[in-house]
């Protein structure tokens, strides 16, 4: 099960930073991604990092805001978000991931997230 945290509500233009971590399982060996669900929107991709934390891909949307890091001796990921705006809103969640046809997909069971709003 992964626990995301960190989320809350922030003026546009401000920083959070979530935590993702791993109860009761390592992740060390595995990339891992941030996703992003909307209310009445599909889930979409957000962040990816890779297991030894060298390779990182972003959405469009994000790059250059939002920053994926993990420290695998603490079996957690942090996505760090500055400069958000009302579009980010979601909630936001961790899973290993991995390129599917395309498309980044989570390959874990989901967890229950964290809220992100953004006032505008």
């Known amino acids: 099960q992964w626990v995301e945290s960190g989320g809350g509500l922030v003026q546009t233009g401000g920083s959070l930073r979530l935590f993702c971590a791993a109860d009761?399982?390592?992740?060390?060996?595995?990339?891992m991604g941030w996703f992003r669900q909307a209310l009445g929107k599909e889930r979409e991709f957000v962040a990816f990092?890779?297991?030894?934390?060298?390779?990182?891909y972003y959405a469009d949307s994000v790059k250059g805001r939002f920053t994926i890091s993990r420290d695998n001796d603490r079996n957690t990921v942090y996505l760090q978000m500055n400069s958000l705006k009302p579009e980010d809103t979601a909630v936001y969640y961790c899973?290993?991931?991995?390129?599917?046809?395309?498309?980044?997909?989570?390959?874990?069971?989901w967890g229950q997230g964290t809220q992100v709003t953004v006032a505008s």
């Open positions: 899973n290993t991931a991995q390129r599917h046809n395309s498309r980044w997909v989570g390959t874990a069971h």
């Open positions: 990092i890779s297991a030894s934390g060298t390779i990182t």
């Open positions: 009761g399982r390592t992740f060390s060996g595995y990339g």
